[in-house]
């Protein structure tokens, strides 16, 4: 009885301890396109994903202001699938804006204080590529 005990107290503190070793969501990189009706973004994340509990569940692009302008909502981990790639489109981004921010979110730690500024007067930047039509 006191061995199952112990089992048990060990496999709980493991469960416990695992969504420690994840910390923000890493934006590795972001691919902008224009289209004929908006934008199209690609966005690729690396995140120790652990389970249900706590995995890089959104990513969103925002102007200077915070204001936002679109958000991809990711509805599983992906726990075996690291870095991965997921693709937005029919995002309006005003002409005036020079700058916008994508941010990534994990279900944990909220929204990642390490953004992407992709300079839109440019064509690429540090981890970010952008093709006009």
Do not use: C
């Not at 107290?9 to 890493?26: F, K, R, T, Y």
């Amino acid at each position: 009885m006191k061995r199952l005990f112990l089992i048990m107290v060990l496999n709980s503190m493991a469960w416990i301890a695992q969504p420690l070793h994840a910390g923000d969501v890493e934006i590795l990189n972001v691919y902008l396109q224009e289209t004929d009706s908006g934008w199209q973004a690609e966005v690729t994340l690396k995140h120790a994903d652990t389970g249900w509990d706590h995995y890089a569940d959104a990513w969103r692009i925002v102007d200077g202001e915070g204001r936002l302008l679109k958000t991809r909502v990711l509805y599983h981990p992906h726990v075996k699938e690291q870095p991965f790639t997921r693709s937005l489109s029919g995002i309006s981004i005003p002409a005036d804006l020079d700058k916008v921010y994508v941010e990534a979110h994990d279900k944990r730690h909220g929204w990642s204080s390490h953004k992407v500024e992709v300079d839109l007067t440019r064509s690429s930047g540090e981890r970010y590529h952008i093709r006009r039509k």
